[in-house]
């Protein structure tokens, strides 16, 4: 995810926008530092992020989330603090198996051994979303092609306003 979400924001950058991308290694080390892996942490996490977001795209920032949300509802409450016209859901659909391959934090890992507790995919459920504006399926694309596929979808989108993606 925060590897597509990166090269985005290169294509973004090099085409005249400001950016912020915002993932786990930004935010779990200080704004949400208090929070784990389950259902409840994972809703909280994304309702800081998407504060933080609204107060990016607010000042001009197309911001770019990199998280699991695994509900729909807890993507629900970030599309509802975000406002929906600064909204794009973009859904990197990624087997479970390919996660767990380029997984350099180890976190999959240690979820299947019970170290982590409450890990999407894992011991977690995860529910796909029904109408993501971009579906990525990233075990069948480059992270260039994947990031020149999100870019192409919603540049229209963020050209008038920017969005939080």
């Given at each position: 995810k925060s590897t597509v979400a990166i090269a985005l924001e290169k294509l973004l950058h090099s085409e005249g926008y400001h950016t912020m991308v915002l993932?786990?290694?930004?935010?779990?080390?200080?704004i949400c530092n208090n929070l784990g892996f389950s259902l409840?942490?994972?809703g909280e996490n994304i309702r800081r992020i998407a504060e933080v977001s609204k107060l990016f795209v607010q000042s001009g920032v197309v911001c770019i989330n990199s998280f699991v949300s695994p509900t729909r509802g807890i993507?629900?409450?970030a599309e509802?603090?975000?406002g929906?016209?600064?909204?794009?859901?973009?859904?990197?659909?990624a087997p479970i198996e390919v996660c767990e391959q380029r997984d350099v934090k180890g976190l999959y890992a240690k979820a299947r051994?019970?170290?982590?507790?409450g890990f999407t995919g894992i011991d977690s459920p995860y529910e796909a979303p029904q109408n993501p504006d971009v579906e990525i399926k990233t075990d069948e694309c480059t992270v260039k092609e994947a990031a020149q596929k999100i870019f192409d979808n919603?540049?229209?989108k963020i050209a008038v306003t920017n969005k939080t993606i």
């Open positions: 993932d786990g290694d930004n935010t779990r080390t200080g409840e942490d994972r993507r629900k409450t509802e603090i975000i929906s016209d600064d909204y794009v859901e973009i859904y990197i659909n051994s019970g170290e982590i507790k919603v540049i229209a």
